[in-house]
């Protein structure tokens, strides 16, 4: 999959995802997996360290502020410790997935210069949106 992106001259994107789970039916798995078959590096992000595949859960919030993408996992009603934290990355957009959407999240993003979307990162990258 990266020869074909590479030879196409797709654009990999570091890709946050907060709200990791170990759980192969979560969305925040499916996501991480989809993610590193297209090629993207990916920090994975969860209350419970552990393993989505080969990608390790992280419990410590990332030092390192170049993401361009976060993906939320993480309903709204627990996004506002993250809120903060998030916009200090400085990424270039926050996807809501579904379930997640939290308007005044989203505005105070687009206030800081970050783009907030509400789409599906699974179907973003089926479609080749993302």
């Not at 360290?49 to 627990?78: C, H, R």
Request: aromatic residues 12%.
């Amino acid at each position: 999959m990266f020869y074909i992106a590479f030879i196409c001259g797709y654009k990999m994107k570091r890709t946050l995802i907060v709200g990791a789970s170990e759980k192969p039916e979560r969305y925040a798995f499916k996501a991480s997996v989809m993610l590193n078959e297209y090629g993207h590096e990916v920090y994975a992000y969860g209350l419970r360290a552990g393993k989505m595949e080969n990608q390790t859960i992280e419990t410590l919030w990332p030092s390192q502020a170049n993401f361009d993408t976060v993906t939320l996992y993480v309903g709204p009603q627990n996004q506002g410790e993250y809120e903060d934290k998030i916009i200090a990355l400085k990424p270039k957009r926050v996807v809501f997935n579904p379930g997640t959407e939290n308007p005044a999240f989203a505005a105070k993003l687009e206030n800081a210069g970050i783009s907030a979307v509400e789409a599906c990162t699974l179907v973003m990258l089926r479609t080749g949106q993302y």
